[in-house]
């Protein structure tokens, strides 16, 4: 099948080259013409695992195409997945549609054929309805038909997330649609990806209900911590003990600083604008977003206590700065609310990051940086690990405690046990834990 893909950031980029590993003959556009001039000369804008093999290998093979030129990539497409960004509106924290319009208006123009035109954005309930209208104001005579396919991938593990998905989500309104959708998945289902079909709004719908009750068990997890350490009680046993209950589950209940990211945090904020408009208000979404927003500043106010309940003039080295491993996207990350309530107590901060640091420095404000976890830790305070990297899971304690001037160890993502840390001489702080 041809393909276009319309926006090559993390979602577009991420499915275009899985598509194209499927066998598809993928053609990705974006307006970012330097984004586009980049992935040309085959260097890959973001950092996710396995990205840039999936991506030259499909190059090379002659099915993953960049160009900045719209009309190339759609004249020839049976689907065309609209994958542009939907951040949080200035102001109100409704999604921002603007990209997603401006994208159906430039796509009207060049449909020939019948063509599939399908969201992967997440888009609020009835966004179809109003791509619909564009696409037939723009051309009246176009044979085109809109549906939602949300993605469900996470950065991070985002090629193994589009590959084996947990599910295919389709919402048309028509069987040629539906036909048209399911073949482009062909190679998922028959290794048993099970398919959702459903109508566009329901679609629509499922992606947010889906992030929104993520971010809800993450914070109520969260929640639970904070009454272990009242308690004496263990958060990691209390996880274990309620996620063996299949109605519950095992994942997402890893207490930590609060949620972060390109998404949980603009979709709850969408997902509550849109009760309150429909008049059937979300008020676990509300109030997950303000429990959320509330955590990462007492995250802040944990340290100041481990530090003594002082820490003007201390240093303080943040190990982790993107909003989870395995990424370097700084958006809504945890560490950003975290390293300005340090500043503000009057802390000297100084950061690492084994991927985020550049996308770091256009987000923090002014701190010092380091190349290693050991640089960071020299002459600190403090060392706090917000981002739960695979290299600070093993990092050498005997040599940081050297390096260090103080001996107080933070750990926001309970990645170490109390008495493999204190050995060393530090006095440890976890979450939610005893040990
Ligand atoms: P992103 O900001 O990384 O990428 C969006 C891209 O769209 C940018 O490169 C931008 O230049 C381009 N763009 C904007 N307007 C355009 C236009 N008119 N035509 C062509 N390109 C245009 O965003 P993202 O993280 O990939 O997210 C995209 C959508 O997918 C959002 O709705 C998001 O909520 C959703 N989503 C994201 C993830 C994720 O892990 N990042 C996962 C699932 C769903
Ligand atoms: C999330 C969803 O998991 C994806 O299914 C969805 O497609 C995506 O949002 C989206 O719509 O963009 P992502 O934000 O990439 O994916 O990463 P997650 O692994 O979900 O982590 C989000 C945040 O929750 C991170 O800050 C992470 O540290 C935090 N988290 C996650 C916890 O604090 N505890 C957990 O147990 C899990």
């Known amino acids: 099948m041809n393909i276009a893909m319309i926006g090559a950031g993390y979602v577009?980029?991420?499915?275009?080259?899985?598509?194209?590993?499927?066998?598809?003959?993928?053609?990705?556009?974006?307006?970012?013409?330097?984004?586009?001039?980049?992935?040309?000369?085959?260097?890959?804008?973001?950092?996710?695992?396995?990205?840039d093999r999936v991506v030259a290998e499909n190059v090379t093979a002659g099915r993953l195409f960049f160009t900045h030129h719209l009309a190339e990539a759609v004249a020839d497409a049976d689907v065309v997945f609209i994958a542009v960004g939907t951040p949080s509106r200035r102001g109100d924290g409704f999604a921002d549609l603007t990209f997603v319009y401006a994208a159906a208006r430039?796509?009207?123009?060049?449909?020939?054929?019948?063509?599939?035109?399908?969201?992967?954005?997440t888009v609020p309930i009835g966004?179809?309805?109003e791509v619909d209208r564009i696409l037939r104001e723009e051309n009246p005579g176009a044979d085109v038909a809109v549906a939602?396919?949300?993605?469900?991938?996470?950065?991070?593990?985002?090629?193994?997330?589009?590959?084996?998905?947990?599910?295919?989500?389709?919402?048309?309104e028509d069987d040629r649609t539906r036909e048209l959708l399911a073949e482009v998945y062909r190679p998922l289902y028959l290794n048993d990806a099970p398919l959702v079909f459903t109508t566009r709004r329901t679609a629509e719908l499922i992606k947010y209900a889906a992030n929104a009750f993520?971010?809800?068990?993450?914070?109520?997890?969260?929640?639970?911590?904070?009454?272990?350490?009242?308690?004496?009680?263990?958060?990691?046993?209390?996880?274990r003990g309620i996620g063996l209950d299949g109605r519950?589950?095992?994942?997402?209940?890893?207490?930590?600083?609060?949620?972060?990211?390109?998404?949980?945090?603009?979709?709850?904020?969408?997902?509550?604008?849109?009760?309150?408009?429909?008049?059937?208000?979300?008020?676990?979404?509300?109030?997950?977003?303000?429990?959320?927003?509330?955590?990462?500043?007492?995250?802040?106010?944990k340290v100041v206590a481990a530090c003594g309940g002082d820490v003007r003039g201390k240093r303080i080295a943040v190990l982790g700065l993107t909003f989870k491993p395995n990424t370097d996207d700084m958006r809504e990350s945890p560490s950003i609310v975290i390293v300005q309530a340090l500043l503000d107590a009057g802390a000297e901060v100084v950061g690492y990051d084994p991927a985020g640091i550049e996308?770091?420095?256009?987000?923090?404000?002014?701190?010092d940086y380091a190349d290693t976890a050991y640089k960071a830790a020299e002459e600190a305070d403090c060392l706090v690990i917000v981002t739960e990297w695979n290299e600070f899971r093993s990092l050498d304690l005997e040599q940081l405690s050297r390096l260090m001037r103080g001996p107080v160890f933070v750990d926001l993502r309970n990645i170490y046990r109390r008495h493999e840390v204190e050995r060393f001489g530090f006095s440890y702080f976890s979450v939610g834990r005893p040990n």
């Open 359 to 367: 996308a770091a420095r256009s987000v923090l404000p002014p701190i």
């Open 248 to 301: 519950i589950g095992p994942k997402f209940l890893n207490a930590g600083p609060g949620f972060g990211g390109s998404c949980f945090p603009k979709d709850t904020l969408a997902f509550a604008k849109i009760g309150q408009d429909f008049e059937a208000p979300l008020r676990l979404v509300e109030t997950t977003i303000a429990v959320n927003d509330q955590r990462k500043r007492a995250m802040a106010r």
């Open 148 to 172: 939602s396919n949300p993605e469900f991938l996470r950065e991070g593990s985002a090629i193994e997330d589009f590959k084996r998905p947990d599910r295919i989500v389709i919402g048309a």
């Open 12 to 51: 577009g980029l991420v499915s275009g080259a899985c598509l194209a590993d499927f066998g598809h003959r993928v053609t990705c556009f974006d307006v970012d013409e330097q984004k586009i001039a980049s992935l040309r000369r085959a260097e890959i804008p973001i950092f996710e695992p396995g990205l």
């Open 106 to 121: 430039m796509i009207a123009q060049s449909l020939s054929g019948f063509t599939v035109v399908a969201t992967k954005s």
């Open 127 to 129: 966004t179809g309805d």
């Open 214 to 239: 993520l971010a809800m068990k993450i914070t109520f997890i969260n929640e639970i911590a904070d009454l272990c350490e009242r308690t004496g009680a263990n958060v990691q046993e209390v996880a």
